[in-house]
């Protein structure tokens, strides 16, 4: 397992990006926090192959209810990773597969 950061390092209902353990992985990993929990996915939109973000750390939409590729506007579910809205409705981000102990986030592998 691979540390990558504190859960308190993102502010809760936002996102952050940090590089990936994998050198092979030329793709940040998104980290969304939703209170105590985080979710992971590979910082890859399923529409057109852009990050999500076009400036650092922009993932989420005003409401924080979601992430958003600011390429096309889709819309994904933070939990899930699944697109609700948008170009590539029905797809889905990549899971990164995160554990959490005592408040540090690792990256399973
Ligand atoms: S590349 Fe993300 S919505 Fe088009």
């Known amino acids: ?3 990558i950061c504190m859960v308190t390092d993102i ?3 936002q996102a952050k990006a940090y590089p990936h353990p994998n ?3 030329d793709r940040t ?3 969304v926090r939703r209170g105590l929990n985080v979710y992971g996915y ?3 939109c399923p529409h057109a192959g852009t990050d999500l973000n076009w400036q650092e750390d922009q993932f989420m939409t005003d409401d924080q209810a979601y992430l958003m590729c600011f390429t096309h506007g889709a819309l994904f579910e933070p939990e899930t ?3 609700v809205a948008g170009p590539c409705a ?10 959490v102990e005592n408040g540090k986030v ?4």
């Not at 029905?90 to 554990?99: F, N, P, Q």
């Not at 690792?106 to 592998?109: C, H, I, M």
């Open 1 to 3: 397992m691979s540390h």
């Open 11 to 13: 502010q809760d209902g």
């Open 23 to 25: 050198p092979n992985q």
């Open 29 to 31: 990993v998104i980290v």
């Open 42 to 44: 590979i910082n890859r």
């Open 81 to 83: 990773g699944t697109c």
């Open 90 to 99: 029905g797809a889905k981000l990549s899971d990164v597969t995160l554990e």
């Open 106 to 109: 690792f990256v399973a592998e």
